[in-house]
Every structure is written in C-alpha cells, then in structure tokens.
C-alpha cells in the first residue's frame, strides 16, 4: 500500500537527518502527523540505538484529530523490544491498531523504561510483564485475557497500573494489597471475581483505586483506611455485600466515592464517628439497598459542596510530569476517570473536573423527608434521589441560597411541597411533573429566578 506521511520531528540532543542518522538520538517525537492509509510497522525497520523516547501516538496533537484513522497496524516486532535497551525512557504506541508481539511470551529488554504506554489498541493473549524499571504502565483499553499475574507486583517502581477495559478474568492476586508503590490501580471493567485483596499495608500511597463494573464480592477491606492519601474509590458494578464503609469517612482527602450498583444495606449512621469525608465532591450510592433516613450529618460535614468553585478547567488526576525538556522526569500524566448516571443516561466522564460536584442516592430505601440541609450544597451540578420512599416536601426558604435550582428535581415525583423563598437564587424554575403545580409565592424574593410560574420570562434575564 501506498503511504503518504508527513512528520515533523521534535529532536533533541541531536537532531538526525534520517534513519541512519538516529543511531545516537535520544529523543524521537512526532508533534504532527498527516496520513493515508496505514503505516506498517515495517516502515520503522531499523535499528536505533541510544533513543530515549519513542512517541508514536495517534492523537497526541488533537486539533489534528480528524486527520488519524490509522496509524500503526499489524503486530509490534521483536527488534522494537530490543532497541536502546540501555537508555530507553519513555515508549508511547497507544490509540493505534497494534495486534500483538512478534516475540511471545513478550520479554522486554529496556532496563532504564519508565512510561510504557499501549493504550487503545486492539492487543490480544496474556498481559504483557513490563520492565522493573516501569514507574507507569497503561495498557487499558485492548483485548487482553488470562489473569492478573503476581509477577507483576515484583514491579517495586511501579506507581501507575491501568487494565481497565480489557477481558482478564480469575481472583486478584492477594498480594496486591502489599504493593506499597502504587498512586493509581485501575482494574475497571474486566472479569475479575472473588474478593478484594485485604492487607492494604501501613505505607499505601494509594490515590486512586478504580475496580468497577467485575465481579468481585465479599466485604469493603477495612485496611484500605492506611491509604490516607487515597482521592477516589470507585467500587461500584459489583457484588458487594456490606454496610457503609462510615471508616472511609476518615480519610480527608477522599474526593470521589462511587459504590453504585452492589449489596449494600442497612441504615447510614446518622451520627458519624469519623471526620465525615471533608474533601467529598462526587458520592455515589445508587442501586444497593440502604434504608432509614437520608445521612443529614454526614452530608452537612461535606465541606466542599457548600462552595461554588471558580469556572476553571482542571482536572482530578496524577501529574508525575514535572518538566518535558527534562526528560529524566518526564514519566506520564494519568486522568482519573469514573461512569455515572447524568439525568437518567449513562456516561462515561474520561476526565473529572474539579468543579463537578454531585450527589447520586437513587434507586435505595431512604425514607421520610428530605433534610434540609442540602439546600447548603450551593456548588451541586448533580443530585439524584428518585426511586426511594421520600416523601412530604422540602422548605428551603429564608437563607441564604445562591445558584441555580437544580434541574434533577424535577424528576423528584413525591415531592409534594417546595419552597425556596427569600434567597438569592437565579435562572429559570424547572418545570414539568409536579413542579407544575407549585406556587409563585414559594419562589418570591428570589429577583434573579424566572420562568413560570413567575411572570418574569427568563429572556427578559438574557438566559
């Protein structure tokens, strides 16, 4: 097939003048690409020796998107595993079309690697063992089989470890809980069943642990509280049988806990024994079987929906990319990542903002009224409590509430009685369902709201 490329090469160290002139580069990486057709790995067959990092990334400059159907095709070939196998720091083959290893099992010679990156590919057979030197490994997103092996927790460098997406299958290892290491474990939608590892050890410096939507039963291992730095557990789309994890509360960076879709039951502990999750932002305990009252003490202790955040674009993840033109330090950058139900469709949030902030209890046995302290969470975008035993209405008025009116109540069916007068709230009033038939006394005092059943239309606010 004929191939038309065209590839602008950032070099540094030295700048090589073709194949033969990369004997002593350090550095190869494409910053543009523009291609018909597929490249084939045969295009790349020759030997480069002293490279530091290779980058053959399909989308790596995104506002050239649209140009990349194929990038590298067919399998990667044994002479790639065995190039600079001294100074090689960095290889990144992900979002391509790549089948698999010439050489199986896979050995790779690379002692210095520490980014390997195989994401979004279409691999096949075992998981691959990366080198012990590898302080990021990303392989999610293939079609991967077999088991989680042991021999990869003999990884001592190993911070980031990414699965997901892929078929493995059988028991975690036990040992993975002695993996001191490891910032972030993502094992999330494989076929992984039994229970969850359970001797998390004192020195965890676990930040992120993703194990959703497997088939993993038993209890929430209680040593997980020795990872103090933990910012998100996502556990939800199991098997779980268990009370609250209420110990998790202690744990005050904890931004992100997701337990949808398990066995959980029982009432949530009106008065929490533990700091009460501080740092919460996104909770999510739809589908189990909790019962009693909404947790009104916990979610007044849940500091951090309480503050509108600034409109600015960051995201929740791990930064372990210091400075690009040292590449001594340049190891990779990892997105935390979570599913979850936005007005009633499932979504897949590859990036978590900062400012998203929500509140997911549906679908549970929570009765009598809704607390009103949740009208104190100005900075919700989110919150869902259909498909419970709720009833009676929700009197919000007289505070000081700013914002908008969320949406998502409109889709509260039992409430029979809202009021938020005399606040500062502004933006139009949801309607439909029952909200149809609230009055317009239990908005006054708000100027900023419009839309029925105020006179005041919304364009007349530029909304």
Not at 380 to 405: A, F, Y
């Amino acid at each position: 097939m004929y191939v038309q490329v065209e590839l602008v090469y950032r070099l540094y160290d030295r700048l090589a003048t073709g194949p033969g002139g990369l004997k002593s580069t350090r550095i190869l990486a494409p910053v543009a690409v523009r291609i018909s057709g597929a490249l084939q790995m045969s295009y790349w067959d020759y030997v480069v020796t002293g490279l530091l990092l290779m980058w053959l990334v399909c989308d790596m400059v995104h506002s050239m998107r649209s140009y990349f159907t194929k990038i590298l095709q067919a399998q990667i070939p044994s002479w790639m595993c065995s190039i600079s196998t001294n100074s090689m720091d960095f290889l990144n083959l992900s979002h391509n079309l790549l089948t698999g290893f010439e050489q199986n099992p896979v050995i790779f010679q690379w002692a210095q690697i520490r980014t390997l990156d195989l994401r979004s590919n279409q691999l096949q057979g075992s998981l691959p063992l990366p080198p012990p030197s590898t302080i990021s490994y990303l392989i999610s997103h293939n079609q991967l089989t077999g088991e989680l092996s042991p021999l990869i927790f003999n990884l001592y460098s190993l911070e980031i470890l990414d699965v997901s997406f892929n078929n493995l299958t059988r028991q975690l290892p036990h040992c993975l809980s002695n993996f001191s290491s490891l910032s972030v474990l993502d094992l999330k939608r494989n076929n992984f069943h039994g229970i969850i590892p359970a001797a998390w050890r004192d020195d965890c410096k676990l930040r992120m642990i993703s194990i959703s939507y497997n088939q993993l039963q038993v209890q929430v291992p209680k040593s997980l509280a020795n990872c103090s730095s933990l910012q998100l557990v996502d556990f939800g789309n199991n098997q779980i049988t268990d009370t609250f994890p209420s110990w998790l509360g202690n744990l005050s960076e904890l931004r992100i806990l997701i337990l949808r879709s398990n066995h959980f039951y029982g009432v949530i502990d009106q008065k929490p024994k533990t700091k009460g999750f501080p740092s919460l932002r996104i909770i999510d305990l739809s589908g189990n079987g909790f019962v009693g009252k909404l947790p009104s003490e916990y979610i007044d202790m849940w500091e951090a929906m309480k503050t509108i955040q600034a409109n600015h674009m960051t995201y929740m993840g791990e930064n372990i990319r210091p400075n690009f033109i040292d590449v001594d330090t340049y190891y990779g950058e990892y997105d935390y990542s979570m599913t979850m139900f936005n007005k009633g469709v499932k979504l897949e949030y590859d990036k978590i903002q900062d400012i998203f902030l929500a509140i997911d209890f549906s679908n549970n046995r929570f009765e009598r009224k809704i607390p009103e302290i949740i009208g104190n969470l100005k900075g919700l975008n989110l919150l869902n409590l259909s498909n419970n035993l709720l009833k009676e209405g929700l009197d919000l008025s007289k505070n000081k509430l700013s914002g908008k009116i969320l949406p998502e109540l409109a889709q509260l069916t039992f409430l029979g009685f809202f009021n938020v007068s005399y606040n500062k709230l502004e933006g139009p009033i949801p309607q439909g369902k029952q909200f149809d038939t609230f009055q317009s006394n239990q908005y006054e005092g708000n100027l900023g709201l419009c839309g029925a059943p105020l006179t005041k239309k919304c364009e007349d606010f530029g909304d």
